[in-house]
């Protein structure tokens, strides 16, 4: 009996649950991580809408008092895990990691909220609560002052860990003296598919300049050996804080002080989004806080200007450009990193690779924004890679093998949630 990739995919979410809390995939990642987990509830929906809140509610509720919401919570047996509590060191009750990861949340509550809402209005205000908090802290400890744009102080904060945009900023990070560690994630993907070894030891490196420093937040965001300004974070906290208002005014109609903080965050974040606009490159790029200057290279976080909201009358065009010129060169889109670039990498993690997640978010944007063709290519390369490849972490854009991590929790998802819309299409 043959199954079809929609009861694979339903499959997937099961055997990676854990009760209360999703893996992204068994043996690499036995933690449950930030936006991993947000993107995990979208898919649960599609199984039990009771247990896609609790996904996100169990996300929440590691929140910080300082109102981060960390990018890695150590639940049950997460032994296989490197770099774990013992190296994060940031003494909270559950333990976590000491940096954030992409702020998706806003974003997936209010499409749960749309689909399934809540019964208990009690459980949403606390919800609502936690995520103007969040978004709060990203502006107080991460919101770079001269482009007003998110920055980052790991790579790991924002989800695309080994970009080649972090090059520049990465090589001023000194080693530090570090006690002998052992990689854990070598023992399920091969090396060439992962960070280098150099990578992790900046990586570490970073971890320990925030443990001497008791993760003091506000200090990092201006100090971390490792700061740069990330079109990524920018986009994902602006869409989410759109979203935000929505919820807000949906559930908290009379929450002036709320509403009017969320609209100060979007109205700033916009103007970010704008100055990260980079006429050498004809795109959205990173910015070097340091330096002060913007990284000169296209990646796929340049294209999430659709989905933040944001159009630009002449830039949107030349971005387009952008993106039919590297459509021509691979076989499925969106390729993480320019492939006309010298650093590109088809098979290393983020310097090349397709991931669905960012597909999806690239794809709504068009589609939103009435680039229905382009939003079409990119779904249709995503169901595609699925149906060579299977429920791979990412993809190489160019042959569609799948790479990294199997049967991964949010491609699953995604599958399920964007790239067929929730329905069944037969068996394979
Ligand atoms: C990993 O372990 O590779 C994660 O991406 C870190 O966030």
């Given at each position: 009996m043959t199954h079809s990739l929609y009861q694979d995919a339903i499959d997937i979410l099961k055997t990676n649950d854990r009760g209360t809390y999703s893996l992204p995939t068994q043996g690499l990642y036995p933690v449950q991580f930030n936006w991993d987990s947000a993107f995990a509830a979208l898919g649960y929906r599609f199984i039990n809408p009771v247990r896609a809140w609790q996904e996100v509610q169990q996300l929440a509720s590691s929140q910080w008092p300082d109102g981060m919401i960390p990018h890695i919570m150590f639940r049950g047996h997460h032994d296989g895990y490197f770099p774990g509590p013992s190296i994060w060191k940031t003494g909270q009750?559950?333990?976590?990691?000491?940096?954030?990861?992409?702020?998706?949340?806003?974003?997936?509550?209010?499409?749960?909220?749309?689909?399934?809402?809540?019964?208990?209005?009690?459980?949403?205000?606390?919800?609502?609560?936690?995520?103007?908090?969040?978004?709060?802290?990203?502006?107080?400890?991460?919101?770079?002052?001269?482009?007003?744009?998110?920055?980052?102080?790991?790579?790991?904060?924002?989800?695309?860990?080994?970009?080649?945009?972090?090059?520049?900023?990465?090589?001023?990070?000194?080693?530090?003296?570090?006690?002998?560690?052992?990689?854990?994630?070598?023992?399920?993907?091969?090396?060439?598919?992962?960070?280098?070894?150099?990578?992790?030891?900046?990586?570490?490196?970073?971890?320990?300049?925030?443990?001497?420093?008791?993760?003091?937040?506000?200090?990092?965001g201006q100090h971390s050996p490792f700061r740069m300004v990330d079109p990524g974070m920018t986009a994902f906290l602006l869409r989410s804080s759109r979203d935000l208002l929505a919820l807000l005014?949906?559930?908290?109609?009379?929450?002036?002080?709320?509403?009017?903080?969320?609209?100060?965050?979007?109205?700033?974040?916009?103007?970010?989004?704008?100055?990260?606009?980079?006429?050498?490159?004809?795109?959205?790029?990173?910015?070097?806080?340091?330096?002060?200057?913007?990284?000169?290279?296209?990646?796929?976080?340049?294209?999430?200007?659709?989905?933040?909201?944001?159009?630009?009358?002449?830039?949107?065009?030349?971005?387009?450009?952008?993106?039919?010129?590297?459509?021509?060169?691979v076989k499925f889109m969106v390729p993480s990193f320019d492939p006309d670039h010298a650093d590109f990498d088809a098979k290393r993690y983020w310097r090349?690779?397709?991931?669905?997640v960012i597909n999806d978010s690239i794809g709504r944007g068009f589609a939103e924004h009435g680039e229905t063709e382009r939003a079409e290519r990119i779904r249709a390369d995503s169901e595609a890679l699925i149906t060579q490849s299977k429920f791979f972490e990412y993809f190489d854009p160019i042959t569609g093998e799948g790479l990294g991590g199997k049967d991964f929790t949010w491609t699953a998802s995604v599958y399920l949630d964007w790239v067929m819309q929730g329905a069944d299409h037969g068996t394979d």
């Open positions: 009750f559950t333990p976590t990691s000491g940096i954030t990861q992409p702020p998706v949340l806003a974003s997936v509550i209010r499409r749960l909220d749309d689909t399934h809402p809540l019964d208990d209005s009690i459980e949403m205000h606390d919800m609502l609560r936690r995520l103007v908090r969040w978004h709060e802290w990203f502006i107080v400890a991460r919101q770079e002052p001269q482009t007003e744009a998110i920055a980052i102080i790991h790579p790991w904060e924002s989800g695309r860990d080994n970009m080649s945009d972090w090059d520049s900023g990465m090589a001023r990070v000194e080693i530090a003296d570090l006690p002998p560690y052992t990689r854990r994630d070598l023992d399920h993907v091969d090396a060439s598919q992962r960070p280098t070894k150099e990578q992790y030891d900046r990586y570490l490196t970073i971890i320990k300049y925030g443990r001497d420093h008791q993760w003091r937040q506000d200090h990092l005014q949906k559930h908290q109609p009379d929450n002036q002080a709320a509403l009017s903080t969320v609209q100060q965050h979007i109205e700033s974040l916009d103007r970010g989004w704008k100055n990260l606009w980079n006429d050498k490159v004809n795109a959205y790029t990173c910015y070097d806080p340091v330096e002060q200057k913007h990284i000169n290279s296209v990646s796929s976080a340049s294209f999430l200007s659709c989905f933040a909201g944001v159009y630009e009358e002449g830039r949107h065009e030349k971005l387009m450009g952008e993106f039919d010129r590297i459509s021509n060169k090349g690779p397709v991931w669905h």
